[in-house]
């Protein structure tokens, strides 16, 4: 039982996090790396690294083999599987059993029984604990579902029985609905978890999303230490996760906590755990699934509870009584958790891949920012596109919220764009700041904001950029010699625009579409410019990329390209009958072939990127002139994937 060095089976920020800890304690680390993650910062910080396969997560961080390898070359005799990946995978637990390396985690049989959505709520049925009607059997044809769906009634939720995080899941309103999501689910949940079994439920309408983190220890002790709400979801996918929740009570929390205890203990478990409820407006709560792992927003719990849960991890795989038993748990304050995406709100939520130019976290006391990134890092098309956790702690839900938009407006990142602005227009959106959350919050507030839209350079972003490339070409001087204006022509996005640059000294005069904006530079070098404009002085954060500027204005992430001196290159036109890549990733399926007639909206291909799939649709009529890409074969953004003609 007792063990000196642990590896961590997982990357970036929990890897990160959990090293940390680890090392607080006196353990030795040891992190595993793919070949895209060699230089990452989970591989720094660790005592040892050891190389474990190329960068596709089934050839790296999915191969037990592998990892079980890294430990007998490193001597690890502990494993630490973080979340995803293999941390909820019962033959993995085995094969650590098997060589005497210690688990840290529960056993494989309460893996098996809880990660599977399906005998969880059959187990949870039997004891008592309240579940959402629904269907869990064995049966996995087309035709038992499309029946049971019609018993239950519609809208039902198709999930993976294996899954998490949203993948493999889909609301259906109909019963027309119903195939096509069954084989989207079934082929998500076969890439992103090795199953493809899947469960259904009756579509409960905007509950709230009430989890209970448990911890049970190898001496028959077993504790609840609050709740986290989180609500706030997109595509079934946690955007805000806090604690407490805004309107539970002593009684709640307790009826919920001990259903929860009691759902852990029906398993015997030990170790970190989350029991997940549906919660509806009149305090009705629903089991909805089991997590046997440490969850991504475990940090709000940390904050509001003063305890570290790795380190009660650690305790408890090395055979110690847990640190706290009930009633020495208290809630203190409130915690608010964001979780910050390489993604573009403005384009559907696009996933985005690439080198990270700058990524500059916040420093506020109060604020915890958990992350794997290094300066000159890299988004990659092979795994989650989560930068970094932003959490942030105040006396009460408004200081925090408050505190937490205010550090994700500190937090800078170039070269990839986020979902900073969403994030941060949500925390001061005022229903969110009332607590008047459910999982339908987005769909029913939040439908128009402006984070939601295309980036547009406004007027004192191009009086920025012009700046910056005038600096640029005249190392630091912003005397032209010129007597007239100095022309700027830049391409943001689809738009390319022309701007006159006047300068007199450290003032330029800005002109673009029969405006004139005035600014003022104070100081400017490759990573920001501070200046003023109309009689305020501000900052914003740069980087360059050869001749493209990443600004941090609209959606933290506005790219501007100098083609002045560049020959004329016309925007892909509307219609132009080309499909390209919207993304690094991989072709899933490719569903026409050269000859084809296929219709403008029809769905030509289907690339999977970020473990999810994207659908990928022809802007024209006509027939299919030509292929580029095979199925299974790995694409980069913009390549082409085929071409409609007439």
Not at 15 to 29: D, E, F, M, N
Not at 260 to 269: E, F, I
Not at 404 to 418: E, I, K, P
Not at 583 to 598: F, H, N, Q, R
Request: hydrophobic share 45%; glycine share 8%.
């Amino acid at each position: 039982m007792a063990f000196s060095k642990v590896l961590i089976a997982n990357r970036g920020e929990i890897a990160v996090r959990v090293i940390r800890t680890a090392k607080a304690l006196g353990y030795r680390t040891v992190a595993v790396f793919s070949d895209a993650d060699a230089k990452a910062l989970h591989v720094q910080l660790a005592d040892e690294a050891v190389h474990i396969g190329p960068a596709r997560v089934a050839d790296s961080y999915l191969r037990i083999d592998a990892i079980i390898d890294a430990c007998k070359k490193s001597g690890a005799d502990a494993v630490h599987p973080g979340y995803g990946f293999l941390s909820e995978n019962e033959e993995f637990a085995e094969a650590c059993a098997d060589h005497g390396i210690t688990f840290i985690g529960p056993t494989p049989k309460a893996i098996e029984l809880m990660g599977s959505k399906r005998l969880a709520k059959i187990r949870m049925i039997e004891a008592g604990v309240p579940c959402v009607p629904g269907y869990e059997g064995a049966d996995q044809a087309d035709a038992t579902f499309v029946k049971e769906a019609q018993r239950i009634g519609f809208p039902v939720m198709v999930k993976a029985s294996a899954g998490g995080g949203g993948r493999g899941m889909r609301l259906v309103q109909a019963a027309a609905d119903l195939p096509a999501a069954l084989a989207t689910a079934r082929s998500e949940a076969q890439n992103a978890f090795g199953s493809g079994e899947l469960i259904l439920e009756k579509a409960v309408i905007a509950p709230r999303h009430v989890e209970i983190q448990v911890f049970g220890d190898t001496h028959g002790n077993c504790v609840y230490l609050g709740e986290r709400d989180c609500s706030i979801q997109r595509r079934h996918q946690k955007v805000i996760e806090e604690a407490p929740c805004p309107v539970m009570t002593p009684e709640l929390r307790r009826r919920m906590g001990e259903a929860a205890v009691a759902a852990a203990k029906s398993v015997d478990y030990v170790g970190a755990g989350t029991v997940e409820f549906l919660l509806d407006a009149e305090g009705h709560f629903y089991f909805l699934e089991m997590n046997t792992r440490l969850q991504v927003e475990h940090p709000v719990t940390e904050l509001v509870t003063g305890q570290d849960l790795v380190e009660w991890q650690l305790r408890v795989a090395n055979g110690e009584a847990l640190p706290l038993a009930q009633d020495e748990i208290t809630l203190t304050g409130a915690a608010i958790e964001v979780r910050l995406y390489a993604e573009d709100p403005g384009h559907h939520f696009l996933p985005q891949t690439g080198a990270v130019l700058r990524w500059h976290p916040a420093k506020l006391p109060g604020v915890r920012i958990d992350h794997g990134m290094t300066g000159g890092g890299e988004i990659s098309p092979h795994y989650d596109p989560m930068v970094a956790k932003v959490i942030a702690y105040g006396r009460t839900r408004t200081d925090a919220a408050r505190l937490l938009a205010r550090a994700l407006d500190d937090t800078v990142l170039l070269g990839v764009n986020s979902n900073k602005q969403f994030l941060v227009n949500m925390l001061r959106h005022p229903v969110f700041i009332a607590g008047d959350t459910s999982t339908a919050f987005i769909d029913r507030h939040f439908t128009d904001d402006a984070s939601l839209k295309p980036a547009v350079a406004d007027a004192e972003s191009l009086a920025i950029a012009a700046a910056l490339i005038l600096q640029r070409r005249h190392a630091g001087s912003f005397h032209t010699g010129l007597a007239g204006a100095t022309p700027v022509k830049l391409q943001v996005g689809e738009q390319q625009l022309t701007l006159a640059v006047q300068s007199r000294g450290t003032v330029l005069e800005v002109s673009h579409g029969g405006a004139c904006t005035l600014i003022t530079v104070l100081s400017a070098d490759e990573h920001a410019l501070h200046y003023e404009l109309d009689g305020v002085r501000r900052r914003c954060a740069c980087a360059w990329s050869g001749s493209t500027l990443y600004l941090d204005r609209a959606n933290g992430n506005l790219a501007l390209t100098d083609i002045t001196h560049a020959p004329a290159v016309s925007a892909d036109a509307e219609g132009d009958g080309l499909l390209r890549a919207p993304m690094d990733g991989a072709i899933v399926t490719l569903l026409v072939k050269e000859g084809d007639a296929v219709l403008k909206g029809q769905t030509l291909a289907v690339m999977e990127a970020m473990k999810i799939e994207h659908q990928l649709k022809a802007n024209r009529d006509g027939r299919v002139a030509s292929v580029s890409v095979s199925e299974k074969q790995q694409v980069k953004k913009r390549q082409q994937i085929l071409l409609v003609q007439d």
